[in-house]
């Protein structure tokens, strides 16, 4: 028989744990595949399950662009278009992609910190300390050219940060890929 005690203490343990571990947790529903990983089709929901809202057409507090690179060992990842993002539907989350290129778009009423975590719940892949979807192995952190050792989940989204994760097998070298060539009406 499992005293009560018992089992608020293994409660407590695991709190303790997954807040020691980065503070947020992915949403339920988080994509664990292999990629390619579309945008998802109901924006709505998956803007919830970040903490994100639509503020098509409310006036910008701030407005700051990130770019993510996801490396599969050599080979690059395509972060999706239009991830949290809809012209057709008038849809645009505080944070979102137009393209292919990497670039996440934080545009929001109000001034606030947003996260790597967000992003990766919004867009639907599983990211943690080790894993990035159903990509495992070893998983390094760059932000800024600079290792990062810390949950890349709780990484704030800066204006022109740079975020590199790449996941390389077990004893293989990871290699930090060239700054990203930033456009013009970014610089």
Do not use: C, K
């Amino acid at each position: 028989m499992v005293r009560p005690a018992a089992v608020g203490a293994a409660l407590a343990a695991l709190t303790v744990v997954a807040l020691i571990a980065g503070g947020t947790t992915p949403a339920d529903g988080t994509s664990r595949s292999a990629p390619p990983w579309p945008a998802p089709t109901t924006l709505a929901e998956h803007a919830d399950d970040a903490g994100l809202r639509n503020v098509w057409g409310e006036r910008l507090a701030e407005h700051v662009h990130t770019h993510l690179t996801i490396l599969d060992g050599d080979e690059p990842v395509t972060v999706p278009a239009n991830v949290g993002h809809s012209d057709a539907r008038r849809f645009a989350a505080q944070l979102h992609t137009h393209d292919t290129s990497g670039i996440l778009h934080v545009e929001s009423p109000t001034r606030q910190t947003f996260t790597l975590g967000q992003f990766f719940d919004e867009w639907g892949v599983s990211l943690g300390p080790a894993h990035v979807g159903g990509l495992r192995g070893e998983l390094t952190v760059w932000v800024d050219g600079r290792r990062y050792f810390g949950n890349p989940r709780s990484i704030a989204l800066t204006n022109r940060r740079e975020v590199v994760l790449d996941v390389t097998t077990i004893g293989e070298v990871p290699h930090l890929p060239q700054p990203f060539d930033w456009p013009p009406q970014y610089r």
